[in-house]
Nanobody, 130 residues
Framework: QVLPVESGGDSVQVGGPLRLSCVAS????????MAWFRQAPGKEREAVAI????????EYKDSVKGRFTISIDDTDGTLYLQMDILNLEDTGVYYCAADYCDPLARMWGRPAAIPEYRRWGQGTQVAVSS
C-alpha cells in the first residue's frame, strides 16, 4: 500500500504564503478525490479542502475560504495546497489523502470519521509565527 507523501511545510510569518505538495497513488480519474487535512497541537485532525479529480469541484473549510486553493496537476497527479495568507491558527501538521470520493466525502461531512481513516502519510509541518 503506497501512502501519500507530503512536502512543502515551513516556518512562516503571519500573512505570508506557502505551497504544500502531495504525491499519492493514482486512482481511476473518474472516481477519486484528494483532500488536505491538518492537525494543530492538542487538537483533532480536521478537513481543510477537498477536490474531485474528475471535474475539479472543490470545497473548503470556512476559515480558509479565500486564502487557500486546492488543485491537482493533471500532468502528474500531484496535489497542491496554495496558502496565500497564513494566520496563526493555520499552524499544524498538514496531511493529504487520496482515495475514492466516498470515504473522503464521509470524513468531510462527519469529522468523527477522520480518526478511523488509516491511509495517512507522514504529514508536513506548517508553523506560523507573528
Amino acid at each position: 500500500q503506497v501512502l501519500p507523501v507530503e512536502s512543502g511545510g515551513d516556518s512562516v510569518q503571519v500573512g505570508g504564503p506557502l505551497r504544500l505538495s502531495c504525491v499519492a497513488s493514482a486512482y481511476p480519474a473518474s472516481s477519486y478525490c484528494m483532500a488536505w487535512f491538518r492537525q494543530a497541537p492538542g487538537k483533532e485532525r480536521e478537513a481543510v479542502a477537498i477536490i474531485d479529480a474528475s471535474d475539479g469541484r472543490d470545497e473548503y473549510k470556512d476559515s480558509v475560504k479565500g486564502r487557500f486553493t486546492i488543485s491537482i496537476d493533471d500532468t502528474d497527479g500531484t496535489l497542491y495546497l496554495q496558502m496565500d495568507i497564513l494566520n496563526l491558527e493555520d499552524t499544524g501538521v498538514y496531511y493529504c489523502a487520496a482515495d475514492y470520493c466516498d470515504p473522503l466525502a464521509r470524513m468531510w461531512g462527519r469529522p468523527a470519521a477522520i480518526p478511523e481513516y488509516r491511509r495517512w502519510g507522514q504529514g508536513t509541518q506548517v508553523a506560523v509565527s507573528s
